[in-house]
């Protein structure tokens, strides 16, 4: 099962958003924006104060008993919502409006990625231009997408051990890249299919376009 997340920031940043079969989340104004979209979240989180009275009603109507968190508390809008999606026997979770806006927003979203990955989900974050997934040591297969050129790879652990890149324009050979390095920023897939592995650590992997 797939859950995806709207969070709230600036719309110009938000890809188009697909009202299909799965299910959706909304989180502060994530939720107003959804239902301006046509899109009927099944639950929403937040504190709301980034919206105003009346679009506050709007959402109160639709959701009478919509609890509004404090703005003052220990956790992020975001991260009481994932931890709803992660209570729910899930596999995959995209998280829309998490980045473009505040970068410690931006930072609070990737934490929550590795959050999900020690309970094996995989989450995405998704804009306009760009995505980013994070993976355990393993092997990967990569396909090139024609909205997306570029792809780089990040360690999130101190390092990643035997990271091998192949059918990339610049590949890799058992590589240690430790935390800091820029080796693996803009390659590009030189086939329709790539692929990625490494034997220990944490690798993000951004997908992005000019």
Not at 30 to 49: K, N, R, S, W
Not at 145 to 161: G, T
Request: hydrophobic share 40%.
């Amino acid at each position: 099962m797939k859950i995806n997340i709207l969070a709230g920031a600036p719309q110009s940043t938000i890809p188009p958003l697909q009202d299909g079969e799965t299910k959706w989340i909304g989180v502060d104004r994530g939720v107003y924006t959804l239902m301006e979209q046509g899109i009927m979240p099944i639950q929403a989180f937040g504190d709301f104060d980034s919206l105003t009275e009346l679009e506050l009603k709007h959402i109160q109507d639709v959701f009478p008993e919509l609890k509004v968190y404090p703005a003052e508390k220990d956790e992020t809008d975001l991260e009481i919502a994932v931890n709803w999606a992660l209570n729910q026997e899930i596999e995959e979770i995209d998280i829309y409006g998490a980045t473009g806006g505040r970068l410690d927003h931006m930072f609070g979203g990737i934490s929550l990625i590795y959050k999900a990955l020690q309970k094996n989900v995989r989450v995405r974050l998704i804009d306009k231009q760009n995505t980013l997934t994070m993976y355990k040591e393993g092997t990967y297969n990569i396909k090139a997408h024609s909205l997306y050129k570029y792809i780089s790879f990040v360690p999130f652990s101190l390092e990643v051990e035997n990271l091998t890149l192949k059918g990339f324009k610049y590949p890799l050979h058992k590589r240690c890249v430790p935390v800091g390095s820029t080796l693996c920023i803009s390659n590009e897939l030189i086939q329709q299919n790539g692929t990625f592995s490494f034997t220990k650590g944490i690798l993000m992997m951004i997908r992005s376009n000019d």
